[in-house]
């Protein structure tokens, strides 16, 4: 329990249903803020929110205190990859090693069934294949199997994701308020839940290891020097404002090269790809040593998967039949054969 409508909602079906639930919440972070859309999940505020819904739907609440499982894997991971060059989705990190390995483990110490989220997927188990499967949920608009596609055998087995037949948000939003719950209409968060600074991650970043911003040349695609940046880690592929550079033409970030302490920088036309190439690649229904296979694939959270051929061995890649905007290393790709995750990875570039 988030503190959200989501998983508030989750708890609440399955209260309905006659389940005996728990509500678990993770204090992960300290920071309060008063602006609901800054505060993230998991925050201050957010654990009293968790705290009154569970109160409302009589079912016994605890809090656990996981900042420092939470700044191990996450936090540190997540300046690790800004100082290397790459953009990070601490949402995947935080699903990976925290709410899908601790929170399972307390589920298992507390003699539960099953651990519920509010993620809009479903999980289906495939009697032909003996294995489940994670789907996309049955509504596109609010889908989340993207950042749950590291889930194993296992904890696909483990887990209920009671929200991925709902039709969307509103929906959920409605179905609250017909509960009686008070957070029917608290806005999702929209930052990164650890980062409350004004100036955002660059600045997050700047506190947490100053040592990582240098200074050195914005360079064009013929290497020319075109202008200076204060650190490679305040800059991210497919970047356009911040670069700190005239020119008639808009200018985006193309390539971050954290050894040579150089940003590249050019033109929209240059940030097109029909290759992406990925690392540490989870496979869900299909086997490195398959055949290439046709998928439909996104490279980002917000984008509308896209057709490509996925190729596994040990140089594992995705090929997209039309270029895609802005391959960026440190980011996620996710494969789907129609509603099912076949595979994922991180972006390698």
Not at 75 to 95: H, K, L, S, W
Not at 221 to 233: D, I, K, P
Not at 341 to 346: D, S
Request: proline share 5%.
């Amino acid at each position: 329990m988030s503190g959200g409508v989501d998983s508030s909602v989750a708890a609440a079906l399955l209260v309905k249903r006659g389940y005996d639930v728990v509500g678990l919440t993770m204090q992960i972070w300290q920071e309060s803020q008063t602006d609901p859309r800054h505060a993230g999940c998991c925050s201050l505020g957010a654990v009293e929110d968790a705290r009154r819904v569970a109160r409302v739907l009589g079912i016994p609440h605890y809090v656990m205190n996981l900042k420092e499982e939470f700044r191990a894997s996450v936090i540190e991971n997540f300046i690790d990859e800004y100082a290397a060059g790459r953009t990070p989705n601490p949402c995947v990190q935080c699903n990976k090693h925290v709410k899908f390995e601790v929170l399972l483990k307390k589920m298992r110490e507390l003699g539960c069934d099953k651990l519920v989220t509010g993620h809009y997927a479903r999980v289906r188990y495939d009697r032909a294949a003996d294995r489940y499967r994670l789907m996309r949920a049955r509504g596109d608009e609010k889908d989340q199997s993207y950042v749950l596609y590291m889930l194993d055998q296992d904890q696909l087995r483990q887990t209920w994701l009671p929200l991925g037949d709902m039709p969307g948000k509103q929906a959920t939003r409605q179905l609250a308020a017909d509960l009686g719950l008070h957070l029917a209409n608290k806005p999702d968060s929209q930052e990164i839940c650890f980062v409350s600074e004004a100036g955002g991650y660059s600045e997050f970043l700047q506190k947490s290891r100053p040592e990582i911003f240098r200074k050195g040349e914005v360079v064009d695609t013929a290497g020319r020097a075109v202008g200076e940046h204060a650190g490679v880690a305040a800059f991210t592929v497919g970047q356009r404002r911040g670069i700190g550079v005239s020119s008639s033409r808009p200018l985006y970030v193309l390539e971050l090269l954290p050894k040579e302490n150089r940003v590249v920088v050019g033109e929209a036309d240059a940030l097109l790809r029909n290759e992406v190439h990925l690392d540490d690649v989870h496979w869900g229904t299909m086997s490195p040593d398959d055949k290439p296979v046709r998928v439909e694939a996104k490279i980002r959270y917000n984008m509308a998967p896209q057709r490509a051929t996925l190729f596994g061995g040990d140089k594992p890649s995705l090929r997209f039949d039309k270029p895609v905007r802005a391959v960026t290393p440190g980011q996620i790709a996710v494969a789907y054969r129609g509603k099912t995750v076949v595979a994922g990875g991180t972006i390698r570039g």
